[in-house]
């Protein structure tokens, strides 16, 4: 990658730190802008401890300069990725500020989940260089990165932002109609929605059915997605089941009612210590750990 040099990320938490850790590590000079004192001071720790964790070198983070003005950060560089809260007026405001700041031939990335790119790049002048880039979060740790192009988005920034990412070790997927959710997200939240109303139903409790999933086609897939599945199974066979099990599927057309009411009463998982089931603290963290070091395990296994 001769193109791009410098990389600047707007939002220095969770996901910014990591997406700054995935380049710092590539060799990029990477600029975060973070405008809260905290996690400003914090950032360059997070990571170190972050690779350390990995066992990789912490001298990475000389790698990383943290400033509190997104003029600073913007300034010279070849690729941004915007990593701020999920919200859209937010997102906005952010990128009409980076169009004037950014040199003209920077390619803007938006970290947004489930947000249509088309919407945040309403107004802009430059939407031809404006492109989705979902991380999954931790984006050291999982592969997948979604680029979605926006109907204004040219194929040299799309092309350019692909090479990008599997240069620092991603997977790039290329998301080609610009849908709230993309991919990944439409999937993962078609099977939650299923979920949900399924306990909501009695069919079964939320333990039983993570362990149905967990132990079931949940095994396949690193290995096997759901088309290949079909494939393999044969299409003739997939219309027969579907055929049968397609009407009796949840049909909500919102969020379940079981789930709101859930949020209502103050149930929201570990943040509270009860949601669709009850956790400790001690089986908060282990469960942590446990997807952490599958998430190690799996990763050494690409490399």
């Not at 990383?64 to 906005?92: R, S």
């Not at 939320?206 to 299409?235: H, I, Q, W, Y």
């Not at 009463?265 to 509270?272: D, V």
């Amino acid at each position: 990658m001769t193109e791009i040099k410098n990389v600047a990320v707007v939002g220095g938490g969770l996901m910014g730190a990591g997406i700054a850790q995935v380049f710092a590590v590539a060799g990029y000079r990477v600029t975060v802008f973070e405008p809260a004192e905290d996690a400003r001071r914090s950032l360059r720790g997070r990571v170190a401890e972050t690779l350390e964790f990995l066992g990789q070198d912490a001298s990475v983070t000389d790698n990383i300069d943290v400033t509190d003005d997104l003029g600073v950060a913007a300034a010279g560089a070849d690729f941004v990725t915007e990593a701020a809260p999920e919200k859209l007026e937010l997102k906005q405001s952010i990128f009409r500020d980076l169009e004037r700041l950014v040199p003209a031939t920077c390619i803007l990335a938006s970290n947004t989940s489930v947000i249509p790119i088309t919407k945040i790049t309403q107004g802009l002048k430059t939407g031809h260089r404006m492109v989705g880039t979902h991380w999954w979060n931790p984006p050291y740790l999982i592969p997948l990165v979604e680029v979605v192009q926006a109907a204004s988005t040219d194929d040299v920034t799309l092309a350019l932002t692909m090479d990008l990412l599997t240069y620092v070790g991603k997977e790039p997927a290329h998301v080609k109609k610009d849908v709230p959710g993309f991919v990944a997200n439409r999937l993962q939240h078609a099977l939650w929605r299923e979920a949900i109303a399924m306990v909501a139903e009695g069919i079964c409790d939320a333990e039983t059915l993570d362990r149905c999933v967990k132990n079931s086609f949940g095994l396949r897939l690193p290995v096997l997605g759901p088309l290949e599945n079909a494939d393999m199974v044969g299409l003739d066979l997939t219309l027969d089941i579907h055929k049968t099990m397609i009407p009796e599927l949840d049909r909500s057309a919102g969020p379940h009612p079981f789930l709101e009411e859930r949020v209502k009463t103050g149930k929201l998982g570990f943040k509270s210590g009860e949601g669709f089931q009850t956790w400790t603290e001690a089986e908060r963290e282990s469960l942590r750990e446990q997807l952490n070091s599958h998430l190690v395990r799996a990763q050494s296994s690409r490399t």
